[in-house]
């Protein structure tokens, strides 16, 4: 069974650009979740989906950043304008129901310079 | 407000010792408590995950333990090795079913 996959690994965008990430859950995950690492600190939450819709966005940092979950597959987290504060490691989780075990895939690391 | 710490921040031992990682948080009202590893520049691996009626489980060398009252876990590591040396996380799920994360122990285990 093939685990949680995040594209791309790592991306590098200047300041004022977008990005958009990428998450294909484990197949009949219905909840996925978004977190990020920035530098230092410990890992947060951003925002959480039930099939496609969005559970709780109470982490979201701004308008800046918009998640998508068409069709309750695969997600993506677009970050635009990008800010020099939004570099940092995102990871995606998904489980099978809301208070399983949830896994994580290797992360994408986003550098704003 | 949900805050979960970690302790010791950095640990290092020699193979064959046991050991405790220590996770405290400030909530009891949590639906359950999940430890994972995290090596160098990978992603998170679950570990164990400990629903809040659940006192412990075990994995292999690893038992970890919950005590919901007092808001601590610990993850015992037996036996430890080389390939046990990783970064150890601490998270909660919280009423809002999302986890909340410590910062984590950095584990050496020196052959």
């Known amino acids: 069974e093939a685990g949680v996959t995040q594209f791309p690994s790592h991306s590098v965008i200047e300041k004022g650009q977008t990005v958009t990430l990428r998450c294909d859950p484990i197949s009949g995950h219905d909840n996925l979740y978004w977190y990020r690492r920035v530098m230092g600190k410990e890992i947060k939450f951003l925002l959480h989906?039930?099939?496609?819709?969005?559970?709780?966005e109470s982490g979201m940092p701004n308008n800046r950043f918009l998640a998508e979950r068409t069709g309750g597959t695969y997600s993506t987290l677009k970050v635009q304008p990008a800010e020099l504060e939004d570099s940092g490691v995102y990871f995606c989780a998904s489980s099978q129901h809301t208070l399983r075990e949830q896994y994580f895939g290797p992360g994408t690391r986003l550098t704003v310079t | 407000k949900q805050e979960v710490t970690q302790i010791p921040a950095a640990l290092s031992v020699p193979e064959g010792e046991n050991l405790v990682l220590n996770c405290s948080f400030t909530d009891s009202a949590i639906y359950n408590l999940q430890w994972f590893r995290q090596d160098p520049g990978k992603g998170l691996t679950s570990l164990l995950l400990i629903q809040s009626s659940q006192r412990e489980q075990t994995s292999g060398r690893l038992n970890a333990s919950l005590d919901k009252s007092s808001g601590r876990s610990t993850l015992y590591i037996a036996a430890s090795q080389p390939g046990d040396s990783a970064t150890y996380l601490c998270a909660v799920v919280d009423s809002s079913y999302k986890l909340i994360f410590g910062s984590g122990t950095r584990l050496l285990v020196r052959p």
């Open positions: 989906f039930v099939k496609e819709s969005k559970q709780d």
